[in-house]
Each structure stands twice: as structure tokens, then as C-alpha cells.
């Protein structure tokens, strides 16, 4: 009988056959090798002004209409309330007896050294909620219009993180210092 798969947050949401196969792949110590051999492309966004460029690029090719974005960031910890890779944020002020919304995105730090494709895919995700705010049929109907495979993406990313979590813990345990894979306040 099969061990008792361990937890990995960032595949709650998918099958148990799904999460069992990337828990071998993880016990056989091949899960980053899977990874890197799906997605080899590194990407040369390393700057906020890199990444701004990039999902300005990104909108104008799929979200012309879209309202403009204010800032684009890499942060290095997202809020812990939001447990989230990446937000969209839109701060509303008055200005007089106008009302000026200013929207951004703020992007995992983590990401500038992941594969080209994860950063597209949570690209992809944050300027959806430009139109979409709920993670709903519609939301990612436009996710796939922007990425034709933003679901294997997704789930390849979050396989990703799996990996990396685990590199994580096991230099913590070795008496290393860990990476820091988490989304809490510094």
C-alpha cells in the first residue's frame, strides 16, 4: 500500500491522482528535473521597469480597452491575508469633483527566476482581473484567451513551487539557510 500522500498547499484544489504523481515525482527527488525539462526558457525580466514593459506589452496585445495600470512591481512578500503569487490592486480618490482610480500589479519576487512561462501565466492572471474580478468561468475564459495553455501553466507553476517549498525545507532541515518561498509580511 502507497504512503499517505503529505500535503501540498499549492495543489489542494487539484485531483488526489494529480497531487499523488507529483508527490513520487517529489519522494524520487525528480520533480525539479520534470519541471525544467517542460519549461527551459529562462526570461530576461528582472527590473520592475522590465517587468512594467512586459505586461504593458502583454495588455496592449489582449487587453487594449483594459484600463491603464499605474505601477507594475516584483515584491518580495505578498500580505499574508492575500496568500496570493501576485495582486491587482485599484485605489479610488477624489480629486476634486473627479473620482481617479489607479490600478497595479504586484508580482512575487520569486519570479524573477522562474521559467518564461510562469511569469506569463501569473501575468496573464493578474491583468485578467483588470476585466474579471471573480475567479469564475468568465475570468478564465480570458485567462485562455491571453494563454491557450494557462491551465497546464497553472498547474506546472504550482508544480513548481511544490519543488522549490520542498528544496526549501530540506536545506532548513540541513541546517542551511531556506529560501524564502513565503507570502508573509517581511
Known sequence: MAAEPRTLPYLAGYPETLREQV?????????????????????????DSALY?????CK???????PPLSKVAFVARMEVVQQALGTHTQISRVQGSKLKAKREIRIARLF??????????IVVHELAH???PAHDRAFYALCCHMAPDYHQLEFD???WLTWRAAQSSKKA???????DLSTGPA
Open 23 to 47: 508527490q513520487r515525482l517529489l519522494d524520487d527527488g525528480t520533480l525539479g528535473d520534470w519541471v525544467a525539462r517542460r519549461h527551459p526558457e529562462p526570461h530576461a525580466v528582472r527590473s
Open 173 to 179: 532541515s540541513a541546517g542551511g539557510p531556506a529560501d
Open 112 to 121: 524573477q527566476e522562474a521559467p518564461a512561462d510562469f511569469l506569463k501565466m
Open 130 to 132: 483588470l476585466r474579471e
Open 157 to 159: 507553476t504550482r508544480a
Open 53 to 57: 514593459t512586459y505586461v504593458q506589452d
Open 60 to 66: 496592449a496585445r489582449h487587453l487594449r480597452s483594459a
